[in-house]
């Protein structure tokens, strides 16, 4: 009776996928509808343009608290681009509807 000699496993592992360059630019978009940022909280990167759209039937501000950007307001059915810049988290809120608070994030 021949003992064999274990081997070690030898299988190779996943491949990895290579890292990839700076990704680019993405077009985001927020509904302003029933009184809320929707979605309340979002990713981005710098660069990301980001269009807030009011289908509510009553303006809207998007107002960043630190001052990053403001709308002013944004009448029934019209829209807001920024482009994303900077780091963090960006609370903004609807000067005209306090409880109307939302987030970007940042990297
Ligand atoms: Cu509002």
Redesign the pocket.
Known sequence: MALVPAVAGAAPGPAHPSASAAPAARELAVAIDG?RFVPAALAVRPGDRVTWINKDL?P??VTARDGRFDSKAIAAGASFTWTASGKGHVDYA?L??PT?VATLTLP
Request: aromatic residues 12%; charged residues 0%; contains cysteine.
């Open positions: 009184m009553v809207h501000t609807c005209y509807h109307m």
